[in-house]
């Protein structure tokens, strides 16, 4: 997916793609943890589906939810989706970031040949 370090970097217009790509990954990632807290919401505490994507929203969001679980099984539900959220969260960042990342040590390690003298 990355160019090797002995490889040129890619055009900035390449660049911009791989970003857009890696965005509309990150995006994909978090639409299907929204849908799977939607669900769960639904599902266990038998909330509409607008609070059930305001509870799951805010908790993808860091914030928390904002009606508490009342059922056994709603509240595994919003314990396990909390930690999972957490971790998309944390992957939905490095995702959008990578790239970035990866041309930033690139260009700091890559010598060009023709430069060596």
Known sequence: MYEHRHQKPIARHHFA????????????????????????????????????FLNASMLLGGMGPVESPQTDGGKLFAGMYALFAGLVFIIAAGLIVAPAIHRMLHLFHWEDKNSKG
């Open 17 to 52: 793609i791989r970003m857009l790509k890696h965005f509309f990954g990150s995006l994909a990632m978090i639409a299907g943890a929204l849908f799977i807290g939607m669900f769960g919401y639904h599902h266990y505490e038998g909330l509409p589906w607008l609070d059930a």
